[in-house]
């Protein structure tokens, strides 16, 4: 069983270089995030889906966008990357479409530098 | 705006003592105190949650405690054990406003064999 997963688990790009970060979940859960974490900080939601085919606005979406490829994919693009984009990126997944951010399902992680 | 505050930021014990990690959040609307262990190379794995109709919740060696009216909640582990090393997160959640969520900046455990 895989849970969720992310891809790539690193990546280094130039400043303006655009990328998409993939996830996946193999769960049947309904609700799926990307969150960034910076070095002694907590986690901060960027976007989130609650279903398929909805996306909402997190924290800190500015820079970003996402599309709910289907109910098992959620992917993350950075259409012109910034330094302050370097972070790692956890995608994560949760059953219920009602209550939002419980129980959270956590990929791996993509480690990003932006130069 | 909802405001999470973990303390501490590291915390060291010896193998068998007990490790207690508190935290505290603003917004009187939050309802749902969920705790995540993140060890190295991975993604954060819930450990234990608690909602704010229940004042205490355990899970064999780790249990949470939560005061509402004091506003903060903690997580205590007893029988330390060195596997419990990882970076410990709490969460405060408010369920009328799904686009935020408010984790703490972590907490650093150390178990000396």
């Known amino acids: 069983n895989a849970g969720v997963t992310q891809t790539p688990k690193f990546q280094v790009l130039k400043t303006g270089q655009s990328m998409t970060l993939q996830c996946a979940q193999d769960m049947n859960h309904n609700s799926m995030y990307w969150y960034r974490q910076d070095p002694g900080m907590g986690l901060r939601l960027i976007y989130y889906?609650?279903?398929?085919?909805?996306?909402d606005k997190g924290e800190v979406p500015n820079g970003y966008n996402v599309s709910r490829l289907n109910k098992r994919e959620f992917s993350l693009r950075l259409e012109s990357a910034a330094p302050s984009q370097t972070s790692v990126y956890f995608c994560?997944?949760?059953?219920?479409?009602?209550?939002?951010?419980?129980?959270?399902?956590f990929g791996s992680g993509t480690q990003l530098s932006v130069l | 705006g909802e405001n999470v505050e973990q303390h501490p930021s590291t915390l060291s014990v010896q193998e068998g003592d007990s490790a207690v990690i508190k935290c505290t959040y603003s917004?009187?609307?939050?309802?749902?105190f969920p705790w995540y262990k993140q060890e190295l190379g991975k993604g954060p794995q819930l450990i234990i949650d608690i909602r704010s109709n229940v004042g205490e919740k355990k899970d064999q060696r780790i249990a949470v405690t939560l005061n509402k009216t004091a506003k903060h909640f903690s997580l205590h582990i007893t029988e330390t054990q060195p596997e419990d090393s990882a970076v410990y997160f709490c969460?405060?959640?408010?369920?009328?406003?799904?686009?935020?969520?408010?984790f703490g900046d972590g907490t650093t455990l150390t178990v000396k064999p």
């Open positions: 969460a405060a959640f408010d369920p009328t406003n799904a686009g935020k969520s408010t």
């Open positions: 889906s609650a279903s398929e085919g909805t996306t």
């Open positions: 917004d009187s609307a939050s309802n749902y």
């Open positions: 994560a997944s949760s059953e219920s479409r009602q209550a939002i951010n419980e129980k959270l399902f």
